[in-house]
């Protein structure tokens, strides 16, 4: 008797577990869908210059887990209260089967920030030497233009004043009919607001006064505010008047390397993409513990249909 009430006891504490667990889940879940929504929301596009589609893969083995783990949590929690076995079962198995989805999707995250290293770097440069501008790689050149815009760099490498000469290097390049050729695409040419944003705040400009203010005093006198036109197309590619000796070449062309910036970007998503997977896992591995933990406790047998004669 009293080893009979220990196990009701035991039972009574694992289904209020199941429970909790269930309902930290679901907060999981939606944080999971969140993360991988964002992802190819955002970023989807720089899939195409990574040449790997393990971002993509991974992001949607994370959407597709918290997805069913939607519905696995209502049969979770029925299961719990009801504590029929055949549903503790079907709950189990499948939510077993999420979590080697869960580990699988975490494990490519973190497989892909390990790729993002020199080779990634090499595959940008012959991305934007032969293919961007190509009639037949438009998806790649939205992409180009999608980092370069949006991360607000040019080019390839780090930040160095001259990231304009690999452009002129290119396919692109030499494909240009008109004089004078344009020395970068549109994308590397930053916008009014761009430029208020990233130097003229008074918190950049106390980082560094002299360079910011000459910045800011050269954009304002191709601004007239903060607005999305670019600040000077004709003196970033090259074809318009030359800049005034005071003016900082920043004023009106990103300088900056995207490489660097795609490297952190992508590296933030997989680490994200990955923790949240192998974090989901942890959940729901709890969770199936718990339920199989729960149906051996429970001495209410399967549910079998009586048929009367």
Partial sequence: MARKRQRAFAAKVCRY???????????CSIGALGVGMNAMWEHQALE????SNLFSSSAYILIAV?????????????AAITQFKCLLVIYT???????????????????????????IMERMELSLK???GHPKETQLTEAWDYMQSTFGCCAVSERTGSNHLLWTQSEWFSRQTRYPKERVPASCCPTCLTIYER?????????????????????????SYASTEY?????????????????????????EGCFPVFQREMRNYATVIGSASFGL?????????????????????????TIRS
């Fill in 17 to 27: 577990l199941l429970l909790i667990l269930n309902f930290v889940a679901l907060i």
């Fill in 199 to 223: 130097y003229c705040g008074d918190d950049y400009t106390r980082q560094n006064g002299s360079l910011h203010d000459r910045i800011c005093i050269a954009s304002s006198k191709m601004c």
């Fill in 66 to 78: 918290g997805s069913l783990s939607f519905v696995l949590i209502a049969i979770g929690c029925f």
């Fill in 48 to 51: 195409y210059i990574l040449g």
């Fill in 281 to 305: 896992a942890g959940i729901l591995l709890l969770a199936v513990i718990c339920a199989f933990v729960l149906y051996r406790l429970n001495d209410t047998p399967s549910y079998t249909p």
């Fill in 93 to 119: 198995v499948c939510l077993l089967t999420v979590v080697l989805m869960s580990i699988v999707g975490g494990a490519m995250g973190f497989v892909l920030r390990r790729q993002i290293g020199p080779p």
């Fill in 130 to 132: 032969q293919f961007y």
């Fill in 231 to 255: 600040v000077n197309l004709g003196l970033c590619q090259g074809n318009g008047d030359e800049a005034p000796d005071d003016w900082p070449i920043e004023a009106y062309m990103n300088l």
